[in-house]
């Protein structure tokens, strides 16, 4: 993927209700703290549009220099509740100054509340949930699933222990979660790929075309998976690379594959819970019950904090003192996730995630309309999109044009993160979901503005 340039360009100045631009870009004396970190960390680390954050509240970030970005990025998914929600930062402050920052696994008041909190959520869509492991990261997650489902597959029988998930998925950077994912090159480094995990494409309907669940048993058949062998299944509800869905028909077939197989269903909601497609979780869109629910970003609004709700069934197979974590729970982020929560109750935000949702998807099916041979295609649902860049009049990823998209709203005062998704060429959409409807439209102007300089 090309790198953001560092050196500073003049760019037409812009003054709106939410978007201001008054500096070059990016600013000439923000270059110190971007080089310092160029040269601190790794590169790896470098790949976001360079913007020195100061500061943020809804749906706007703020630089150093007086400029203003709408942020289609929520960090990285994070900021369901806006940025810097006030009820979040009074509870974290309050929950500092009581001396308690961090205790393991030795109880806090918060801990259960928490988790009573998460499970009853939970339970609105999926009865079978009651129990909440609490972690810090959504890669803890998904390797815990992983764990999960193997150890109850392997009590049953040992040979049971092949993890199914899908082609062009994404579950983390750690070594069990980076094997289940379902992007080849992100794997390349481990050499000895464990055979027990198997990937099937996702039936997107667009870069797989054959989307019946037919299919998905097909090719278990062809890679010599005998179903007896699955102990688990693990999809993103929606495809973080693309925002894509599967078609709710497969997932319902899946489910009842699953329970043939005595195989547990996992969904990977890291992105997709919280009010993030429109709905409380996103497993909500197929009308299914997952045995397990990874969770993560979304969950404080801001510190971290992730968790995997599942069934005492399967949760409690590992005696006490033998499924932890070092940070799990932490009291001030437990503070931050329950004030996060009731944010997002008490405001409405699924309920404005849905009707933002329809505001902005029918804005870039317009786009779509303006710039038909370079728009393969818009996925998600709710406050969640990707605008697939092809080149023209092909189905080819357009990697380049994404990122010339990026880069140009960028300059214009609408903040995402850089291009990601199959040939790293979608411009991936996710505002908090307190965004308002001047401002679904004003972003929704310049991405249309930005699509059309950088065909030209
Ligand atoms: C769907 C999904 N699962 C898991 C993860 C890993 O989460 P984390 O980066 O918190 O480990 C991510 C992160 O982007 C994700 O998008």
């Avoid at 929600?85 to 509340?113: C, E, S, W």
């Amino acid at each position: 993927m090309p790198q953001f340039d560092l050196t500073p360009v003049a760019v037409p100045k812009i003054s709106t209700a939410n978007r201001r631009i008054r500096t070059k870009i990016p600013v000439p004396a923000s270059l110190p703290v971007l080089e310092e970190l160029r040269r601190y960390e790794p590169q790896s680390m470098s790949g976001m549009p360079p913007v020195v954050w100061k500061r943020g509240h809804g749906a706007l970030v703020e630089d150093w220099w007086g400029n203003r970005w709408i942020d289609w990025s929520s960090g990285v998914l994070i900021t369901n509740a806006g940025h810097g929600a006030k009820p979040i930062m009074d509870a974290i402050v309050k929950q500092a100054k009581t001396g308690l920052l961090t205790n393991y696994l030795f109880p806090h008041k918060l801990r259960p509340k928490l988790a009573r909190m998460l499970v009853e959520r939970a339970q609105r869509a999926a009865p079978n949930i009651d129990k909440c492991f609490l972690l810090s990261t959504g890669s803890e997650t998904t390797e815990c699933a992983i764990k999960l489902c193997r150890t109850r597959g392997r009590k049953m029988d040992p040979k049971k222990l092949i993890m199914v998930s899908f082609t062009r998925g994404f579950h983390g950077r750690t070594l069990g979660a980076q094997q289940i994912g379902g992007i080849p090159a992100l794997k390349e480094w481990i050499g000895n790929l464990d055979p027990g995990f198997v990937n099937v494409e996702f039936p997107d309907g667009y870069r797989c075309k054959d989307s019946s669940f037919e299919f998905f048993e097909e090719q278990l058949a062809n890679l010599g998976v005998d179903p007896s062998c699955v102990c688990g299944v693990i999809l993103e509800t929606y495809q973080g690379g693309g925002a894509s869905f599967a078609p709710a028909d497969y997932i319902r077939k899946l489910r009842a594959w699953c329970d043939r197989n005595a195989a547990l269903l996992v969904f990977d909601e890291v992105q997709a819970a919280f009010g993030r497609t429109g709905t409380y979780w996103g497993f909500e869109h197929y009308g299914v019950r997952p045995d397990l629910i990874c969770c993560g970003k979304g969950i404080t609004s801001s510190l971290p904090l992730s968790c995997l709700l599942g069934s005492h069934e399967v949760m409690d197979v590992y005696p006490p003192g033998s499924m932890t974590s070092t940070h799990s729970a932490n009291p001030i982020c437990c503070a931050a996730a329950i004030a996060n929560l009731q944010i997002i109750d008490r405001q409405k935000l699924v309920k404005n995630s849905a009707k933002m949702g329809q505001r902005l998807h029918a804005g870039l099916a317009k786009l779509q309309q303006q710039f038909p041979t370079r728009i393969g295609a818009v996925h998600g649902k709710g406050l969640v999109a990707g605008v697939q860049c092809v080149k023209p009049g092909t189905e080819d990823p357009d990697g380049d044009l994404a990122f010339r998209v990026v880069d140009l709203c960028y300059k214009k005062g609408l903040l995402m993160f850089a291009p990601v998704g199959f040939g790293g060429a979608t411009v991936k959409i996710a505002p908090p979901l307190v965004i308002n409807a001047a401002e679904v439209d004003e972003s929704v102007a310049v991405l249309a503005e930005a699509f059309a300089e950088a065909i030209k």
